[in-house]
């Protein structure tokens, strides 16, 4: 049994040691201009821009194929620090991708939720938590207010309300008359 343990441990620590050295050798350094233009974006992964995430969208922008005024979560400021960074004119916000709105964050009305975890599937940063047929949550802090959440509600109990300045409580006060989207 010793012998066992000792060999599979060896074994173990054999494939350890290959897959280090392997990914030292075949390491793939990034585009350092793709790195800047995504920390440039708001990371919401909405797919507003028509790509289907913030990165894929810094990788389209640093190659050429796509302009820098796609994002409306990032607004003018971000059309601004993107034209820096690449030395390009600014452009006015692409209307055809949506306008620039405050950000929000998703509040569920725990009363009217069914349970359907639709929204938990539509959420692209995982901020929606709860369990089938059971009351969902969003955790604020988490949520990047990107809207996917409200198509697939059946119940229309999502409503994006105003980020708060203290969004890191995990008390929301109710909007007295938020109106859902």
Known sequence: MLTAILSISLVGMLF???LGWAA?????????????VDAILP???CGQCNFPGCRPYAEAIASGEAPINQ???GGEDGIRALADLLGVEPLPL???NGEEAAPAVALIDEQTCIGCTLCIQACPVDAIVGAPKLMHTVIAAECTGCDLCLPPCP???IDM???SPDEDSWSWPRPAAAGRR
């Open 16 to 18: 350890g040691l290959g």
């Open 24 to 36: 030292r050798r075949f390491r793939v350094d990034s585009d350092p201009v793709v790195d800047q």
């Open 43 to 45: 990371q919401t992964q």
């Open 71 to 73: 994002c409306p979560p």
């Open 94 to 96: 692409n209307p055809d």
């Open 155 to 157: 119940v229309d109990c």
């Open 161 to 163: 309300v105003p980020r």
